[in-house]
């Protein structure tokens, strides 16, 4: 049984800062490229960051760019996601997502697991 697990968010004053983890279960993070994707009331979901199966390419949307950082340890099978420099505009609930490929997409409907996603919250 697959299993994608978020923790780390909460409420953060704008500027400050959070790392989300992503811990993976019943798969081999190594197959996988994994992704964060965010949601925020009345939005649709929103591609934040993949990082690559192996070569670890990593990719952002134009939003975090400079502000968020992706990286994974395949040794714990689990993802993270360093935000920095936070704003209100980040105020979502943030997923993690596995895709059975090497190639990484910003489309959600590309991915085949998620998790429960974890509630980041910047006041400003």
């Known amino acids: 049984q697959v299993q994608l697990t978020e923790s780390g968010g909460g409420l953060v004053q704008a500027g400050g800062s959070l790392r989300l983890s992503c811990a993976a279960s019943?798969?081999?993070?190594?197959?996988?490229?994994m992704a964060w994707f965010r949601q925020a009331p009345g939005k649709e979901r929103e591609f934040v960051a993949s990082?690559?199966?192996?070569?670890?390419?990593?990719a952002y949307g134009d939003s975090v760019k400079g502000r968020f950082a992706i990286s994974r340890d395949n040794a714990k099978n689990t993802v993270y996601l360093q935000m920095n420099v936070l704003n209100a505009g980040d105020t979502a609930v943030y997923y993690c997502?596995?895709?059975?490929?090497?190639?990484?997409?910003?489309?959600?409907?590309?991915?085949?697991?998620w998790g429960q996603g974890t509630q980041v919250s910047v006041s400003s």
């Open positions: 997502a596995a895709r059975l490929s090497r190639l990484a997409s910003t489309s959600s409907g590309d991915y085949d697991y």
């Open positions: 019943g798969i081999t993070l190594t197959m996988y490229t």
């Open positions: 990082i690559g199966r192996s070569v670890s390419l990593e």
